[in-house]
T-cell receptor, first 110, second 115 residues
């Protein structure tokens, strides 16, 4: 079973628009991470937010974390065609196991 | 590029056979985790190795086994292959040391098809 669940499953937007996806998880965490995966490739780490942080920015990415609701959101601003990928949230309910959700597939149309 | 390399990139096997997948960690990383990713799903944790010892295991049967070598490279072995073992197998290295999870550096994966 997966600890995190992303919503929506799929998202299609126009280039230049913002993309927002959400992640809900079940148990308490030390940190939450977001990863990107281009089709059939390995995952690339985007951003890590610790349980005592509420918001974090990295370039065009903004991540929020609400531990009371056990949820996180990833916002990509001013999307580009190169942002087309699947995005996964990952949490660490145990010390050694990073647990991934099923992902949100984002398509950015030119 | 993450510095994590996996081989082979693609592999076709038949049911009942055995397979070995290989992973070279990013330089200086002492922890390797293996994940299985079925089509359209997120990665599922198989196990983790820290300094050559298994340091945690997911919900996978014993026919999934692994090794980590003194240079921190790693192998994933799967015996008695089943059709459902068809998936992308991802290796990830980190400096976590088994204490808590920091970011993982993933290889590009091995796509295994079992016929």
């Amino acid at each position: 079973s997966q600890q995190g669940e992303e919503d929506p499953q799929a998202l299609s937007i126009q280039e230049g628009e913002n993309a927002t996806m959400n992640c809900s998880y079940k148990t308490s965490i030390n940190n939450l991470q977001w990863y990107r995966q281009n089709s059939g490739r390995g995952l690339v780490h985007l951003i890590l937010i610790r349980s005592n942080e509420r918001e974090k920015h990295s370039g065009r990415l903004r991540v929020t974390l609400d531990t009371s609701k056990k949820s996180s959101s990833l916002l990509i601003t001013a999307s580009r065609a190169a942002d087309t990928a699947s995005y996964f949230c990952a949490t660490d309910p145990n010390d050694y196991k990073l647990s991934f959700g099923a992902g949100t597939t984002v398509t950015v149309r030119a | 590029e993450t510095g994590v390399t996996q081989s082979p990139t693609h592999l076709i096997k038949t049911r009942g056979q055995q397979v070995t997948l290989r992973c070279s960690s990013q330089s200086g990383h002492n922890t390797v985790s293996w994940y299985q990713q079925a089509l359209g799903q997120g990665p599922q944790f198989i196990f983790q190795y820290y300094r050559e010892e298994e340091n945690g295991r997911g919900n996978f049967p014993p026919r999934f086994s692994g090794l980590q070598f003194p240079n921190y490279s790693s192998e994933l072995n799967v015996n008695a292959l089943e059709l459902d073992d068809s998936a992308l197998y991802l290796c990830a290295s980190s400096l976590a040391g088994g204490n808590h999870n920091e970011k993982l550096f993933f290889g590009s994966g091995t796509q295994l098809s079992v016929l």
